[in-house]
């Protein structure tokens, strides 16, 4: 009988590898899966906020709108502006009660627009934006359409670079502007859409890239290749370094662009305790880090066996099943780190309760604005409540300094 069922069992499991009905969404030429190898963590995530502070989160719109990534305010400070999952550019009015379309990238919009994941390619989806402070311009990233600029007024957004040495970007994600006007941005992956974002996690492959457009040169140059998942893109005060993030590596790369080791790069911060997605200054010379979730010693070990990755998204399933099985329930973790890459604080909501899943964090006002890919709602959490008494892990807080 065990004999039977054995066999039974092994004959299932390579009918499903062989797959010829094809259900697999990836075929083996276009999934190969890298060895990732991260620092172990010695610690448990969920230990480094114990007051649990970003459980104290306020929803902003909550149900109105989905996967708000990024945030930015006007030079006049009105906002938060974001990119929703219908492919438009909202504004959020002063009262934080509603919203209106401000800005759109895509000159065929449908009612199919944030319906369904595949419209995507045709509808845009707008990830990392920010003003110009002088020129009130809008510059943002749309995964699908590259690096593009709107007027104060809004509107139809104009694609400003979409390719560099010959390659398109597949999968444009975050960008910081320069004082001079220069745009720096990340294109995370030649090969796979914003939408199969879980497949570029998944294969976890150095092919992310950073970039610098010049708008006196009209050029784009490609600054820092063979980047594992390149994502946020954030300037130091002084703009003496820009630092990108390594989301698949769960570390910050600084690029230096000015004395003597211009044009170097290095390890900001490694060993982070999540994947980190954007990152933006703290107007205090530091910056917010935001992470999708925290890290996990099942995470580690599936992230350093890429047969194990292999042989799962062989299966016929959707790669979202490979995300929760995974990654199951994201948490929200974000970190503030000075400009000398020494951690400052962490607040994690270690069940996901109230917010998860950060996309990015924007500080305004006393008050943080949170992102998410996934959330139908903006995060606030009102800074004002950390003088009350909660704080971050004072031991890893010391060791990471
Ligand atoms: C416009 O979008 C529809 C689907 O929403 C698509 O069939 C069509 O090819 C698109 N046209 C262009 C010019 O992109
Ligand atoms: C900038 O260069 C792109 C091609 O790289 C071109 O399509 C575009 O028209 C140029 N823009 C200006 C303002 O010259």
């Known amino acids: 009988m065990a004999r039977y069922l054995l066999t039974v069992l092994v004959a299932l499991t390579a009918l499903l590898i062989a797959d010829p009905l094809k259900l697999s969404p990836i075929t083996d030429t276009d999934f190969n899966p890298a060895v990732v190898r991260l620092e172990p963590l010695r610690y448990d995530v969920a230990s480094l906020d114990r ?83 002088e020129t009130g311009d809008l510059w943002l990233m749309d995964a699908y359409f590259g690096l593009m600029k709107v007027g104060p007024e809004g509107g139809l957004a104009t694609v400003i670079s979409n390719e560099a040495e ?7 994600n975050d960008l910081d502007i320069a004082s001079d006007g220069c745009v720096y941005f990340t294109d995370t992956s030649p090969r796979w859409k914003r939408r199969q974002f879980i497949l570029a996690f998944a294969e976890g492959q ?44 769960a570390r910050i790369v600084r690029y230096w662009l000015k004395g003597p080791t211009a044009g170097s790069h290095d390890v900001f911060f490694d060993n982070l305790p999540g994947y980190p997605d954007n990152i ?8 917010w880090v935001a992470l999708h979730t925290g890290r996990s010693k099942v995470m580690d070990s599936i992230f350093y066996w890429p047969s194990i990755r292999s042989f ?23 970190l503030n780190i000075d400009e000398d890459g020494k951690a400052q604080d962490a607040l994690i909501d270690s069940l996901g309760r109230v917010f998860a899943a950060a996309s990015e964090v924007e500080e305004h006002n006393g008050k943080l604005y949170l992102g998410s890919v996934f959330n139908p709602y903006i995060g606030v959490y009102d800074m004002a409540r950390d003088k009350k008494g909660a704080g971050a892990d004072r031991d890893w807080m010391l060791e990471r300094q």
């Open 312 to 334: 799962c998204f062989k299966l016929p399933f959707k790669p979202f099943i490979w995300y929760l099985v995974y990654v199951g329930k994201p948490i929200g973790v974000i």
């Open 206 to 249: 150095a092919e992310g890239r950073l970039l610098k457009y010049d708008p006196a040169t009209n050029t784009t140059t490609v600054l820092l290749k063979g980047l594992r998942f390149a994502n946020g893109v954030a300037l130091s005060s002084d703009e003496s370094f820009v630092l990108v993030n390594e989301l698949s590596l």
């Open 166 to 172: 010959g390659q398109r970007f597949q999968f444009a």
């Open 51 to 133: 007051g649990n502070r970003l459980s104290f989160s306020e929803r902003l719109l909550e149900g109105k709108l989905r996967g708000p990534e990024s945030m930015a305010f006007d030079p006049q400070g009105k906002g938060p502006y974001t990119g929703i999952n219908d492919g438009t550019i909202i504004k959020v009015s002063d009262d934080g009660q509603s919203f209106e379309t401000f800005a759109w990238t895509s000159t065929n919009r449908s009612a199919a627009c944030g319906d369904k994941l595949e419209a995507e390619d045709t509808c845009g989806r707008v990830l990392g934006l920010k003003f110009h402070q």
């Open 280 to 287: 933006r200054p703290d107007g205090r010379g530091g910056f």
